[in-house]
């Protein structure tokens, strides 16, 4: 784990190609749509609140399974969206989709936001909802192990990917909570030694432009190869309902007024 603790970054040059990639051209018209519907494809819808119920979790399903409305679908050939929820709540999420015989991916986020249990219970989480029907969990990394620069996180990472079976796993890095660059990208080496590498960008992403953004920077930095639900996700809630009100305007010429489209 040495050569991780020497890992440094040029937060200059990050910067400076962060800003390159916001004032990049956005495409327009038809090959807006065609992005936009591309980055719902890549979408795990999320509903991770206090007060989730089996009700909420119902709808979220529901709209994963019809995320445009019925006439924009008639337009545009849509792919189907995923949902992620607690892991308490993957049985109300399982039977929904089973119900209406559909595979759609449940994705569950165990030990959120803080990732401060203990890892014997963040790993029966695990264990629980893939036994419940998960098919990819969301793992939180210890952020204290990260900014004690204690890589033995890679030893918890590793644990993890174990517990999951065969279930696909991502990893909350909660980049925010990391203090600069550096401790990223070390936290980021850590986590994929341990495992294939895709990349998932959440919290915050609530409009279309800023859905586009992100599409263009794996684009630009990674390739179009990474530019499917596999390798890629971006994990909101509240987005779609702004990407639906674009494509609704590519469709009829028209922004809808928020009555008008379903909640997201």
């Known amino acids: 784990m040495e050569w991780v603790s020497r890992a440094r970054v040029n937060t200059q040059a990050v910067l400076r190609r962060a800003q390159q990639i916001q004032s990049t051209k956005l495409p327009r018209g038809q090959w807006q749509a065609a ?15 206090g007060d989730d119920t089996s009700s909420n979790v119902h709808r979220l399903c529901l709209k994963s399974l019809q995320p445009l409305r019925a006439d924009l679908l008639q337009e545009l050939h849509m792919e189907h969206t995923a949902v992620c929820v607690y892991p308490s709540r993957v049985c109300d999420a ?3 989709l089973r119900a209406a015989n559909s595979d759609l ?4 986020a165990t030990g959120f936001p803080a990732g401060q249990t203990p890892l014997s219970t963040r790993l029966e989480e695990v264990r629980a909802a893939v036994a ?16 004690n620069g204690d890589w033995e996180l890679f030893q918890e990472v ?5 517990a999951c ?13 990391l203090g600069n660059f550096t401790t990223v990208y070390r936290a980021s080496l850590v986590c994929m030694m341990a495992l294939q590498v895709g990349f998932k960008p959440a919290g915050g ?10 599409l263009v920077l794996v684009k630009e930095e990674l390739g179009c190869d990474w530019l499917n639900p596999e390798l890629f996700r971006i994990g909101a809630s509240s987005l779609l309902a702004d990407i639906e009100r674009q494509i609704y305007h590519h469709v009829t010429g028209q922004y809808a007024a928020f009555y008008e489209l379903p909640l997201a």
């Open 158 to 162: 590793l644990q993890f990917r174990q």
């Open 35 to 49: 992005w936009l519907l591309k980055s719902l494809s890549c979408i795990d819808l999320t509903t991770l609140s």
């Open 132 to 147: 419940d029907g998960a098919s990819e969990i969301d793992i939180v990394i210890n952020r204290t192990l990260a900014l």
């Open 94 to 96: 399982v039977k929904t």
């Open 105 to 108: 991916p449940v994705a569950s």
């Open 165 to 177: 079976g065969d279930a696909h796993m991502k990893s909350i890095l909660a980049v925010g909570e």
């Open 205 to 214: 992403i609530r409009t279309a432009q800023e859905a586009l953004v992100w």
